[in-house]
T-cell receptor, first 110, second 120 residues
């Protein structure tokens, strides 16, 4: 059973601080890794994609991938109230099957 | 592009009735996914298609669920007969195929707005 695991939260972070979100996956053959953000009542939207080990930065967001540990993380710097949402980790296997974790609810405290 | 288009946005029906959800993927995207989202189970993959061919339907909960993709621009998810436990938000998403998109765009999903189904 291929799985993607996330802490459901809620994770509360003060405005301006760094939010750290984590995800583990079970399929060692996974090829592509994603973070999606979902606001209440809306559909998921892509925040970051990462395909190789290491860090990838895009503005205030940094995705980190460690395939040996089967671990993906997302860091959000200078957290803003607008970052309050559910963050979904997604993993694509070799056959392009894309599985999501249940998501972590993030609350940014003003 | 108008993005992934789903219909209906909301559906309220009675137990036992047939429900058909529709999806139009982004033009040029070769992969189409159907997901179901509930508070308890999160976003579950039901089925996905590559080039209109169903690849994996292991997530389809029961024989009451069926999905088709007759051409590259249209897909349906049908529930017959519907039950109250089918109440959820159903999302359709499309992506370019990994081989076609190259490394940087591989498997990036664009979601539709979702169809909220309530079965009474």
């Amino acid at each position: 059973q291929k799985e993607v695991e996330q802490n459901s939260g809620p994770l509360s972070v003060p405005e301006g601080a760094i939010a750290s979100l984590n995800c583990t996956y079970s399929d060692r053959g996974s090829q592509s890794f994603f973070w999606y953000r979902q606001y209440s009542g809306k559909s998921p939207e892509l925040i970051m994609s990462i395909y190789s080990n290491g860090d990838k930065e895009d503005g205030r967001f940094t995705a980190q991938l460690n395939k040996a540990s089967q671990y993906v993380s997302l860091l959000i710097r200078d957290s803003q109230p607008s970052d309050s949402a559910t963050y979904l980790c997604a993993v694509a296997s070799r056959d392009d099957k894309i599985i999501f974790g249940k998501g972590t609810r993030l609350h940014i405290l003003p | 592009d108008a993005g992934v288009i789903q219909s209906p946005r909301h559906e309220v029906t009675e137990m036992g009735q047939e429900v058909t959800l529709r999806c139009k993927p982004i033009s040029g995207h070769n992969s189409l996914f159907w997901y179901r989202q509930t508070m308890m189970r999160g976003l579950e993959l039901l089925i996905y298609f590559n080039n209109n061919v169903p690849i994996d339907d292991s997530g389809m909960p029961e024989d009451r669920f069926s999905a088709k993709m007759p051409n590259a621009s249209f897909s349906t998810l049908k529930i017959q007969p519907s039950e109250p436990r089918d109440s959820a938000v159903y999302f359709c998403a499309s992506s370019p195929l990994r081989l076609a998109s190259g490394i940087s765009g591989a498997n990036v999903l664009t979601f539709g707005a979702g169809s909220r189904l309530t079965v009474l």
